[in-house]
């Protein structure tokens, strides 16, 4: 029982990281008395699906090739890379680096410029690089150490916020005003925690594995209960966060992003010492997660490669120091598109594992529900970034971002009826 909670505590911090910290007082702020609504949309994607996305990693056998063993091996391959470069050295990974400087170390420095970052980032992917060659011994640095202390300090903020609010909720604000709950959902994206938990899982079921658990039974026991634990303290700390923006009229003024509010709200209710609270929980939050994304992308690019994983490990710290040089705001913009491109196809993945012995031809069926997927969150992306696709505005859903929904389910509905001279083999493989 001890090494169960000490896993679901590492899941919950690879999870929490630079995104779950920053979006949710934003959205709350924003979402105002729609709070309710909004948040619930946000726990869905940034909790459930990563949560259904363990379990489904556990019923697939516990790793990449169980969640796409009806794919193409190249395809299955080439999404693998992408979700890898995107959670790992492309935005991900740097924006820990990036949330962890901008919050807990800029407040400190007089005179914060791009030297200041640079070394920052060189020593912060330096200590996430130590941690992470240590795979072995994660569970025990990261389940049983690091986390305990970091959602001690989050509990005590989480009490400090529902006993002394820092101003009245306002009247929602944009589209939290008329969708509140899409806004809510659409903003969950941002965590790339669905993302996370296909290739987390892989990850924990080595930790598993390395525990000396290898039956397959007890380790998708272990898995779904990890899932279990880190899905309760990701909800704990976004209903906090949420309510914390919500509640942040007067003290969030002249605040432009989730961080500033965080910031300004820490330092009403500590005083002085808030600003070393908070310190203390984005620097913890943001380097177990780089330490869970370079172990993660390491070990699978090790997979794939002759290099080593260690040398990976090392090549991924490097990439992820460069990269988080680029600024905190330009890093989110460029991740936008690519999330509203991929993230339908992920959870489209998800959706199939549950349903795949009901698919008339899973390889066949497979194939079409993440081609429709794919092919309608193109155009959600397309019109994030200003190409002109309002001639399909005739499709369900796109006016708020979700293009990709229905004719995705409508697929899926599809493949449990056409079938092909492999069915039989195809579904019981």
Known sequence: MTDIIALGFMTFAFFLGAGNIIFPPQAGLAAGDNLLPAMFGFLVTAVGLPLIGIIAVAVAGGGWKGLTRDLPPAVATLMAVLIFIIIGPAFAAPRTGLVAYEMAVKPFIADAGQTSLTLFSVIFFAVA???AWSRGKLIDMIGKFLTPALFAVLAVLAVAVFINPQGEILAAQGDYANMAFTKGFLEGYNT?????ALMFGMLIVDVIRKKGVTDEKATCTYLIYAGIIAAAGLAFVYISLFYLGATSSAVSAGADNGGAIL???VQALFGPVGQLILSMIVLLACLTTAIGLISACADYFS???KL?????AVILAV?????ANVGLNQLITLSIPVLFALYPVAVALVALTFVRRKMANPRMGYRMVLLVSL????IDAAKFVGIDVSALHVLPLFDYGMAWVLPTLAALVVSFFIGGTEQAEARTA
């Open 129 to 131: 690089l130590f941690f």
């Open 192 to 196: 790339m925690d669905t993302f996370a």
């Open 263 to 265: 910031a300004a709200y």
């Open 303 to 305: 997979s794939l490669t």
């Open 308 to 312: 080593s994983y260690e040398k990976w």
């Open 319 to 323: 990439v992820c120091a460069v990269v």
């Open 375 to 378: 092919v309608f969150s193109l």
